[in-house]
């Protein structure tokens, strides 16, 4: 019996819960209606209130304007008689004051009362007539002017015996009169405005004594019902008998959590282990992806010193002074190539530094001007080199690398403005075991956060495609493969200072001896002189490409812009000497690749014979673009560019006569 009168309670204690809730419910929706409509009245009151203030100010200010219009006139009338009589510059001065006075307070005055139209047609009136009185005065005040004292007399007399003034004297005293009716109801307006005003606060104020004892009984009640329902959960928790029960369910589902922890944490550290794989993955990635970035440069280089040796072995015995020509542009193309395959095998940590004496003073000043053009001219560069007479036993080019990788991340850092500070100095010792170089910026700034993996390989705050995240990595590399170590301080809207310490060198000679190996080979003669265009935006490979092309016994027409490739042959078939017998175009070029120029070309010329040349090994891959013709790998040796040659005018050949 007593659990069934236990339920009986609770289905009575939550029956009256609900009944308590939505009488909540109901009398906050009642508070809030009325609360929102004493607002609006307030708000009304409050409006009406002001308005009827504003039109008491505007119908003072339209008083006290026509008041002012009447004095200046006065005032200026009188200064008028004294400079008529006396004909003193200074009454004149003050006539003309005191008429320009009562002009302006005109002007106020017909804007006070634009929306008044009775008003308004009385200030018009008022404006004609002191326009007229304006203009004999101003008579009068001329021939006072001129020393005329009889006729400014007589005018000024003349003037004051006309009607002029009794009529603006008239139009003043109705204009206030007028107002002084439209103040007076204004002030019952305003009067009644202001006793809605205040039955409307007095009404807020009794709603909010109102919600507030509402409030405290409701508190009270809340308060009670708390009170009960704490009662009925200890009788409940004290009169159970489910207590074992409840236990052994607990350590059931501790348990079961613990089981649950112990694969969560399995899970954890194979994601870890995944994403350690991922960031290999993605860092072997970026490296490739630079890799391939450069190729076609680096082709290029190749291609200059492959041609330009082989000319050159061609042309010694009989023009030496063209061989060497070819001899330093291959020479050039060489250390180009050479720094460019020693930048990606640093960048890779794959290739052994290669150190040499360097005073660092002298480096770093030979090697301003280029940081000069990369930071750009907002930028102020300036060189504070206190380490004079000091060298390091370093590698010169990644010593360059690293300060260029520092410039560039300080111009981001800048968003291309601001100033830029290089300084050295020893470490203050007699004989200096160390320098400094300190790159400082005055750039935004680093978190801490950012700060602690600044260093670590492709980390960047960088948008995307406008960085690795190796430039600081590689410096870190530069400073210990160099025996020393980089210190960085920076904070958020300070600026950033990086210092790279390197030990001193003693001096020291070294001799590097470079051998260089080339290859001969025999010349080849084609069977038939060609009429070739030669298309490459590359100018050294452009060189050594139409070059290449005549030594094989062809005509070679170079063009260095595809743009203008379709002009070229145009050109020629109107001069009679007939369209070109082979393009050999670059594939990759700013302004219209050698694909895209190809395909203009054949929409006029179908028949036109074409060998593609390229540097860039992701360009063999796209089949669909070259078509049917052949393509020829940078750096090419004269014979395979005359195989390449006889092979495409050969299949073009057989092509037309197939049709």
């Not at 403005?417 to 020893?426: E, N, P, Q, V, Y």
């Not at 990595?473 to 300070?494: K, L």
Request: proline share 3%; hydrophobic share 45%.
């Amino acid at each position: 019996m007593r659990v069934f009168e236990r339920d009986i309670d609770s289905e009575s204690e939550g029956r009256r819960e609900r009944i308590r809730f939505w009488l909540t419910i109901v009398l906050g929706a009642i508070l809030t209606g009325v609360v929102a409509a004493l607002v609006v009245l307030l708000s009304r009151a409050n409006d009406n209130y002001d308005r009827s203030l504003g039109w008491q100010t505007q119908s003072m200010e339209v008083i006290s304007q026509t008041r002012s219009v009447d004095a200046a006139i006065a005032r200026a009338e009188a200064a008028l008689g004294r400079f008529a009589v006396g004909l003193q510059k200074k009454d004149g001065r003050v006539y003309e004051y005191q008429w320009a006075r009562a002009r302006q307070f005109m002007a106020q005055l017909e804007r006070n009362v634009r929306d008044n139209p009775k008003q308004m047609a009385l200030v018009e009136q008022l404006t004609r007539e002191m326009d007229s009185r304006g203009a004999q005065l101003g008579d009068a005040a001329l021939s006072a002017n001129y020393n005329q004292t009889v006729a400014a007399i007589s005018k000024y007399y003349a003037a004051g015996q006309g009607e002029g003034l009794s009529r603006i004297d008239k139009l003043l005293t109705e204009i206030i009169a007028n107002e002084r009716t439209l103040l007076r109801d204004r002030n019952r307006l305003a009067a009644a405005d202001r006793a809605s005003l205040s039955q409307a606060i007095l009404l807020f104020s009794l709603l909010g004594a109102a919600a507030a004892i509402i409030a405290i009984g409701a508190t009270f009640s809340l308060i009670r019902a708390e009170g009960e329902r704490r009662l009925a959960r200890r009788e409940q928790i004290f009169e159970s008998d489910r207590a074992m029960q409840l236990e052994a369910a607990v350590e059931e589902r501790t348990a079961e959590l613990a089981d649950a922890n112990d694969a969560l944490r399995s899970e954890m550290t194979e994601r870890e282990a995944a994403e350690a794989q991922l960031r290999q993955a993605q860092k072997m990635e970026a490296v490739g992806q630079l890799t391939g970035g450069i190729a076609h440069d680096f082709n290029n280089m190749l291609a200059v010193v492959v041609g330009g040796l082989e000319l050159a072995q061609r042309w010694l015995p009989d023009t030496p002074e063209k061989a060497q020509r070819h001899l330093a542009n291959a020479l050039d193309g060489a250390n180009r190539a050479a720094d460019l395959t020693r930048r990606l095998l640093t960048f890779a940590r794959s290739e052994p530094a290669r150190p040499e004496m360097t005073p660092i003073d002298e480096c770093i000043a030979s090697f301003a001007q280029l940081l000069e053009r990369t930071i750009g001219d907002r930028i102020a560069l300036t060189l504070d080199l206190q380490a004079e007479g000091l060298a390091c036993w370093l590698d010169r080019q990644q010593f360059e690398n690293a300060l260029l990788n520092l410039a560039v991340n300080a111009r981001d850092a800048m968003n291309g403005h601001g100033s830029l500070t290089i300084r050295t100095m020893d470490d203050g010792e007699n004989n200096a075991a160390a320098l400094a170089v300190q790159v400082t910026d005055s750039g935004c700034g680093m978190s801490p956060e950012v700060l602690e993996r600044v260093f670590d390989p492709f980390y960047t705050t960088k948008p995307a495609g406008q960085g690795t995240g190796l430039g600081m990595s590689q410096v870190f590399a530069f400073c210990r493969q160099s025996g020393g170590e980089v210190q960085i301080s920076s904070a958020e809207g300070e600026g950033t200072s990086v210092a790279m310490l390197l030990p001193v060198a003693k001096a020291q000679a070294r001799e590097t001896v470079e051998a260089a190996s080339g290859e001969t080979t025999s010349p080849v003669t084609p069977r038939e002189a060609l009429s070739i265009l030669v298309v490459e935006d590359d100018a050294r490979v452009l060189a050594a490409t139409v070059d290449a092309v005549g030594e094989l016994g062809h005509t070679a027409v170079a063009c260095g812009n595809p743009l203008e490739a379709e002009a070229l042959v145009e050109g020629r078939l109107a001069e009679g000497q007939g369209g070109f017998d082979l393009i050999l175009s670059d594939v990759l070029m700013p302004e219209l690749t050698g694909p895209e120029m190809v395909a203009q070309l054949k929409q006029r010329w179908p028949a036109l014979s074409v060998l593609f040349v390229t540097g860039y090994a992701g360009d063999a891959s796209e089949d669909a673009a070259f078509g049917d013709h052949d393509v020829l790998r940078k750096p090419f040796t004269l014979s395979a560019l005359d195989q390449a040659i006889r092979r495409e005018t050969r299949r073009t050949g057989e092509q037309r006569l197939a049709s």
